[in-house]
C-alpha cells in the first residue's frame, strides 16, 4: 500500500496467488488486513490485460491460476480499480529522479523511447513511448512469450532437450526464475551431473559460490537476457534506453554486472551500431512496481 501524496510505502503483504481460489479472495485478504477502504485500486498482473475501458478490463496471470474482471472487483469492494500488466507498472516507475546503475559505457538516458524488461516468474517487458501531454506513455508487451532462438551450439542443445520436454520454448522459458531451473536441469543433463539444487534461489546461490554447472547457467542465463534486451531494443527502437528490473536481478546484483550482457545486448550483426548507441541500466529500486502502480493509480484519479 502506498500513500497517494507521497509516493511513500505505507504497508506491505506478500500473498501467494496459488493459496486463494479467486482474485476477489485475494483483495478481500488484503483489505482486511490493512484495515482500509481505498478510493481507487491498481492491480498489476504478470500476465496479459485487455485492451477495454477501465472499468471492463480483465486479466489473468500467465504463470498462475487468478482472473481478474475491473467491474466484478468494483462491485464487490466499491472503488475503482485498474488492472495493469505487472511491467507496465515497473516502466510507470522510471523516470529522471530513478536511481540507477550503467550496464556498459554509456552513463547517461537519452531522449526517445525506452524498453523495460526483467525476470522473475515470467520475463516481464514493457516500453515507455515520449507523450507531449503526459512526459510518456507506457505500453504493455508479451515479447517474453516469443520464441526462444538460440545463439550458440550449447544453446541448441539445451532448446533441443527442452523442446523434449516443455514443447514451445519461450524466452522465459529459459530467462525466468522457472526458467533458470529449467537450465539447470538441461545444463546438468548435457554434463552428465545430478541435479543437487531444487529450486532457482538454491541455483543462484550456488553460482555465486562457483558451483561449476549453476555458474554455466548463470553465466548463460545473463546472456540469454542480453539477447532478449537486445532484441527488445530493435522492436521497439529504444534510443531512449533499456532498464533491467525484476525479481531476480537484485539478487545477483554484481555477478550480472560483470556478465556478458552488455556483450550480447551489442551483438546484432549489421544492426550492432544501432544498440552500441543504446543505454543500458540497472534499476537500484526496491520494487519499482509498487511506485508504479501507485502512479497509474493516481492518473486514474486524476482523469489521465
Known amino acids: 500500500m502506498v500513500d497517494r501524496s507521497t509516493g511513500a510505502e505505507l504497508a506491505r503483504q506478500d500473498y501467494p496467488s496459488a493459496g486463494f481460489d479467486s482474485s476477489l479472495d485475494m483483495v478481500a485478504q488484503a483489505l482486511a488486513d490493512f484495515a482500509c477502504k481505498p478510493v481507487a485500486a491498481a492491480l498489476a498482473l504478470a500476465g496479459p490485460v485487455s485492451q477495454a475501458t477501465l472499468a471492463q478490463r480483465t486479466g ?37 529522479e530513478t536511481a540507477v546503475t550503467p550496464v556498459g559505457d554509456l552513463q547517461v538516458p537519452k531522449a526517445g523511447v525506452c524498453a523495460v524488461l526483467g525476470p522473475g516468474t ?50 522465459e522459458s529459459l ?37 561449476p554447472v549453476s555458474h554455466q547457467c548463470l553465466e548463460m542465463f545473463c546472456g540469454m537476457l542480453g539477447t532478449a534486451a537486445g532484441n527488445f531494443a530493435l522492436a521497439t527502437g529504444a534510443r531512449g534506453g533499456v532498464y533491467l528490473a525484476g525479481g531476480i536481478l537484485p539478487r545477483i546484483r554484481e555477478f550480472f554486472l560483470q556478465s556478458n550482457f552488455r556483450t550480447r545486448f551489442d551483438d546484432r550483426g549489421p544492426l550492432a551500431e544501432f ?30
Request: proline share 5%; net charge negative; glycine share 12%.
Open 60 to 96: 489473468s496471470l500467465t504463470n498462475g491460476n487468478l482472473q481478474f474482471d475491473a467491474a466484478t472487483l468494483q462491485k464487490r469492494f466499491g472503488c475503482d480499480f485498474l488492472l495493469i500488466n505487472d511491467f507496465v507498472a515497473v516502466a510507470a516507475a522510471i523516470g529522471a
Open 122 to 171: 515470467g520475463l516481464g517487458m514493457a516500453y515507455l513511448v515520449p507523450s507531449t501531454t503526459l512526459g510518456y506513455e507506457v505500453y504493455a508487451s508479451e515479447g517474453g512469450n516469443a520464441d526462444f532462438a538460440p545463439v550458440d551450439e550449447l544453446e541448441q542443445e539445451v532448446l533441443g532437450l527442452l523442446r523434449g520436454s516443455l514443447g514451445h520454448v519461450r524466452i
Open 275 to 304: 544498440n552500441q548507441q543504446i543505454p543500458t541500466f540497472f534499476v537500484d529500486v526496491p520494487e519499482p512496481g509498487l511506485i508504479g502502480a501507485a502512479r497509474q493509480a493516481e492518473r486514474l484519479l486524476s482523469g489521465n
Open 175 to 211: 530467462v525466468s526464475g522457472p526458467g533458470l531451473e529449467n537450465l539447470y536441469g538441461a545444463v546438468s543433463q548435457l554434463w552428465g551431473s545430478r541435479p543437487v539444487h531444487a529450486d532457482a534461489a538454491q541455483i543462484t546461490a550456488a553460482a555465486l559460490e562457483a558451483d
